[in-house]
């Protein structure tokens, strides 16, 4: 995709930013849990803030969950639903993305935040971890609050340490068209011979 050739931009300053793209069904993308969990994270820490993107069946019932929780808007924003360059420039701007979905295949997010350079915190669900290794960014257990807030302060402290351009890189070789059709003609032609 075109609007996913941006080039990684080198963060600074003491604000982290987190995002999180998806439809916003819970039972699956379990968004809830990533809100509680930052609530008690905001007791500990204020380096961060969580951006909340996309839109869907449960919006209202999210938004209103953060309400509840007292998160205010320097903590927690629900953008709405951006798409093309507004979505790119919120991959560019953000220091790394979480997901926390209790089930999912390969989410195309995270070849979306990969493209932009961006490391991942997710949950090991489906076929996450074929492409989410150490150098890109972080799996954690489903459905673990403890575990969620222990891999969500280590990704404050070391998402600038990740390779940017490494990361890219990976999404070009493994995610562009010439990336996947090199991969399927390399499928062919093993069948072919057999």
Known sequence: N????ATPLKKTGHLKRIIHVSTFEDKSKNISGIIK???????IRSDFKLILIGDGMDFKLLKNLALELQLDESQIEFSG???KE???????LADFMVINSHYENMPVVINEAF????????TDVGGISEHLSPVHG???????????????IWMLDHCRDFNS???????QTHFSYAGVGFT???????????
């Not at 969990?37 to 007791?43: D, G």
């Open 86 to 92: 507004e979505l790119v420039e919120q991959f560019m």
């Open 138 to 152: 972080r799996l954690m257990p489903r459905n673990n609050e403890t575990a969620f807030i222990e891999n969500f």
């Open 81 to 83: 639903l951006l798409e």
């Open 115 to 122: 493209a932009c350079g961006l490391p991942v915190l997710s």
């Open 37 to 43: 969990s930052v609530k008690k994270l905001t007791l």
């Open 2 to 5: 075109l609007f996913f050739q």
């Open 184 to 194: 399927l003609d390399k499928i062919y032609q093993s069948a072919s011979l057999k």
């Open 165 to 171: 351009v490494a990361i890219r890189d990976y999404a």
